[in-house]
Every structure is written in C-alpha cells, then in structure tokens.
C-alpha cells in the first residue's frame, strides 16, 4: 500500500460524518448527469459502431485494391520481367507479340479488363488484349501515369461508356530499369479491374453507405440513384477535371444532380429522420486528395421521461452505497493492515534466508566434492544461475605466466565462448580489480562489455560484476558475471557468503595441480640426469618416488 492510499484510507475515516454528506451530495448529481447522458447513449453507441465498421471497410477496401494480387502482379511485372524492361527501354517494337503472350496470361489469371504499357513519355506501347487504336496515345498528363513514373503504385478509379457510366479501377505500378525497387524508373504498367461490384460491397454495410470521391462526386453508394451525384457545389474547373475522369456523367457541359443532404454534417436529415454520420479515408493514392467512405443510420429509439428519471434515481443510489461501502471497507483495511504486514515481512524474511542457507549449503557441498577446476566451475555457475539472475560468467585463477610473473587464467566460463584464456593482472576492468583486490560493481554496462546471446538474439547486460576470490588476504582468482537486472549489489550481498568457500576449493585444486606438474617436472629430470651428486650413486634427489621423500608445494596466489 503506498503512501497516498494510506493517507487517504486514514482521512476517510477521521472525517466519516463529512464524508457521508459529501457522498449524498455527489449520488444526487450522478444520478441527474446519468439520466441526461443516458438519453444519447444509443445515438453515441450507433457512432462508434458506425466509425468502428467504416474504418474496417475503408481498410478492407484499401488492402483488397493496393495489395491485392492485381498490385502485387503489377508491381512484381514492373520489377522482374524483362520483355516489359526492353519494350519501353526501345528494344522490342510496339505491341510486340512476345509481349502480348506474357500479359495475356496475366490478365486473365487476374479478370482484368486491360493491361497497358506506356514509356517514359506516356505513350501507350502495348495493350492487352490487342487494341491497335490504343497505341500511340498519350498520358502523360495522366495523374496515374504521373504518380507511378515518380515510383509510387497508385489507384485512379474512373467512369467510361455510356449512361450509366462502367466503373474501373486503373492500377498502375513503375516500370523500373533494374530488378529492384527504387531504381530507375524507364516505364509505367497500368491494370485495369472493374468496380462494378462496389455497390453490392457498400450495400451490406448498413442503411445507406456512400464512396465519396476527392472532389466530392460520389463513386459507388448502397442507392444507385446518388451515384455520380455531388456532394457540394463545385466550380466550373473542377468540373472540366471530374469531366476527364469520370466523363460519361459529364457530357455536352451536364452537370451533375446533388445529394439530397449535405454530407460534411456529423447528422442529417433523410427522409424526415435524423441520421448520424461518420466518415473514414482510403489509403488510395490520389494527387486529388482522400476518398471518404461515409456511412448513414438513424439511432434505434427515443429514451421516454420514466425511463431517464429510472436511470438517474439506480445510478446515484448506486453510487451512494459504493461510497458507503468504500468507508467500511477503510475501516476494516486499516485495523487489520499492520498486523497484516508484520506477519508477511517475517515470513518473507524467514523463507528467504532459509532458502539461501539451503543453497549456500548445497553449493557448498558440491564444490568440495570437485576434484578439478572444470568440475568446480561447472557446479558453481549450475547452481549460481538457479537461484541468482546471473546471465553470463567467467572463474579465473591465479597462476604464473612462462616468465613465472602471476597472471588470470580462465578456469571455467557460464553461457559465453568469447572469453580470454588469459588476462594480465591490471589489464582490463577484470586485471584492475585482480590488481586492486576489491569488487567492482557497474549498472547500465556499455557495449563491449558483455553481449548475451540466445537463440532468439542479442541484449547488453545491465548489470556487471567483479569480485576477488581471497584466501587469507592472498588472491586465489576473480569472479566475473553479467546479469539483465540492474541490481548487482543484491547480487553481490548473496555471493559474499559463498566466496570464502570458493576461495578454500580453488586454492586447493589449484596447489594439487600444481604439486602434479612439480612432481611430472622431477621425474623427467630424473629421467634425463642419473647421475649421482658428490659421487654417491645412493642418493635420488627426485624426492618423489622414494618412500618417506618430502614434496612442498604452496598454492598459487598474489599476496
């Protein structure tokens, strides 16, 4: 429990009478905000499932058109397929028939109306299936021509024919001089799918759903009579523009009939109810602007004056009896609190110091049942790493170098292979804290430190620590480890006990070693020089292989 539910638990009970008078108070004017609230709940309801389903559309509809198969073709024809690359590049003539065999297949596979091919000019070099007409023609001042010969795959849906107009989506992606994106760009490829079906689409969305253009035409609608209607009074410029694009509707100068509502208002009113709407944007790349999906529905019911005052009255009676509760309850809280937390922390405290002596004692056991250094380093990190965060480590001891000056040599190392087998003594954090004889302890660690590495990646450690092995003020080794919690003191505090024992084992793997390679050393001399000393051939001075022969040896440290 923090501080400031403490004090506020203990404030509530000093003034409870206080309290009681603020909490009528309050349950009152709950109570008449709720019932005012409550009348628009299904209105705002009916908002947020709207916005909710007009988004998720607007995403389907996004998805289906600019990373459908048709995009996905278009842009991996433009990438990968080299006739297209010699067509607009001028290797191949127009409407080149090995061309027409790759597109074919295409189009088909794809339902497409069309597939055209245009060169860095916009004209038209190919078209399939074969329409000669086609060739030749200019689009360059196209916005979908313009928009992909810039690098970027775009949508530019558009009308055709006669009244009432054919819907199309022309999809058109970059031609690029090499087989990878973001090069050169020598040409566009243009698909083109129908949008026929868009009305069916819009239809199951709700009562009446409408795909707004950016300039305010209306594309495709659940009512077939407001398609290609305007949803605000545009000028003559802007009609000459929509004339390009969506011609048909705009033929001999007509100019479109307008919705019977207007559009850009959060409610409407259609046919005498009072409709809300909500809009969501087209990921669509268009140089125009955003197309708007709108959606349109009337709120299911009007909330009587019984009704609203029965909300109000349940909800500030509720309100008052939690708050009441909520003043007993800090009754309660506060008599039973410190006894409560007296108990936990002494029975934290006892489970945790007895499960550290039983693992301090565990650890202790193994180590000096290992009778070599890989032994002891393999217990110690096992059982280290299973009570302890510790992530990574190394055991060095001291032993001498070639010129018999003392050094750290790597006896063991925890879930890394990178470790040095041997490091001077003040070379380093590691030689430095060998040299210095005391703990070194980092939080937060800069790279080149550490790296811990799992299958599944790569983490810096925030947390390294270095600490002496000591025997009776003489430095038998380091210990070096490496943990992903930041706490190294704690860590630190726990191993304290551990390292006199580590201490007494290591120093005694390491003198037994070291008696071995004296007594290998001396039997090799005595190997290779037999002959006695001052003439006596009885005297061996190898030390080791006669009865009662005496061998010293002291452990290996730097006092």
Not at 28 to 34: F, K
Not at 109 to 115: T, V
Not at 151 to 161: D, F, K, S, T
Request: hydrophobic fraction near 45%; aromatic fraction near 6%.
């Amino acid at each position: 429990m923090n501080r400031f539910k403490l004090d506020l638990l203990q404030g509530l009970v000093l003034y409870a009478p206080v309290f009681r008078v603020l909490a009528v108070c309050l349950s009152l004017l709950v109570g008449w905000l709720t019932a005012g609230l409550y009348q628009r709940s299904d209105e705002i309801d009916l908002r947020h499932l709207l916005t909710t389903l007009a988004q998720r559309h607007a995403v389907q509809l996004s998805e289906e058109v600019l990373r459908g198969r048709a995009m996905g073709a278009a842009a991996m024809l433009g990438i990968n397929e080299p006739v297209l690359k010699a067509l607009v590049q001028g290797r191949l003539a127009p409407d080149a028939p090995q061309l027409l065999e790759r597109l074919e297949p295409v189009r088909r596979a794809l339902d497409a109306e069309s597939i055209a091919v245009m060169d860095a000019s916009g004209r038209v070099l190919a078209q399939a299936p074969r329409h000669s007409a086609s060739i030749g023609q200019q689009r360059q001042d196209m916005p979908y021509w313009q928009q992909a010969f810039a690098g970027q795959e775009n949508v530019y849906p558009l009308a055709e024919g006669e009244l009432p107009p054919r819907r199309s989506f022309l999809l058109a992606a970059p031609i690029y001089a090499q087989a990878q994106r973001g090069g050169l760009v020598v040409g566009v490829l243009a698909i083109k799918l129908s949008a026929e079906s868009l009305d069916t689409s819009l239809r199951r969305l709700g009562e009446h759903a409408l795909l707004l253009s950016p300039q305010g035409l209306v594309y495709a609608s659940s009512d077939d009579a407001w398609n290609f209607s305007l949803a605000r009074e545009i000028a003559a410029d802007q009609l000459a523009g929509l004339a390009t694009q969506f011609g048909p509707t705009f033929t001999a100068g007509a100019r479109p009939p307008q919705l019977p509502f207007d559009p850009s208002q959060d409610a409407v009113e259609l046919l005498g109810v009072r409709h809300l709407r909500v809009r969501a944007s087209l990921q669509w790349p268009d140089a125009a602007g955003r197309w708007q999906l709108l959606l349109l529905a009337s709120p299911s019911h009007q909330m009587s004056l019984l009704g609203r005052a029965l909300v109000g009255v349940i909800s500030g009676l509720l309100v008052l009896t939690l708050l009441l509760l909520l003043l007993r309850a800090a009754h309660n809280q506060l008599a039973g609190r410190a006894a409560l937390a007296r108990s936990e922390a002494a029975s934290r405290e006892l489970m945790q110091l007895a499960q550290f002596k039983q693992r301090q004692s565990e650890l202790s056991l193994q180590l000096q049942h290992a009778r070599e250094l890989p032994a002891l380093t393999l217990a110690l990190f096992a059982e280290i790493g299973r009570y302890l965060p510790v992530h990574q480590g190394c055991l060095y001891c001291v032993e001498p170098d070639p010129a018999g000056q003392p050094e750290l040599h790597l006896a063991g190392s925890y879930a890394t292979a990178s470790a040095p087998e041997r490091v001077v003594i003040g070379d380093g954090l590691l030689g430095q804290c060998a040299r210095e004889r005391r703990s070194l302890t980092f939080s937060e660690v800069p790279a080149g430190f550490w790296t811990l590495e799992s299958g599944l990646g790569q983490a810096l450690p925030r947390a390294l620590l270095l600490l002496p092995i000591m025997r009776n003020e003489v430095l038998i080794g380091v210990l070096e480890l490496a943990s992903m919690e930041p706490d190294g003191d704690r860590i630190e505090a726990m191993l304290e006990g551990l390292l006199p024992v580590l201490a007494t084992n290591l120093e005694v793997l390491l003198a037994e070693r070291r008696l071995e390679r004296l007594l290998a050393e001396a039997r090799a001399q005595a190997r290779t020089d037999p002959a006695p000393v001052d003439g006596r051939a009885d005297l061996d001075y190898a030390g080791t292989d006669k009865p009662g022969a005496v061998a010293v040896c002291q452990a290996p440290g730097i006092e």
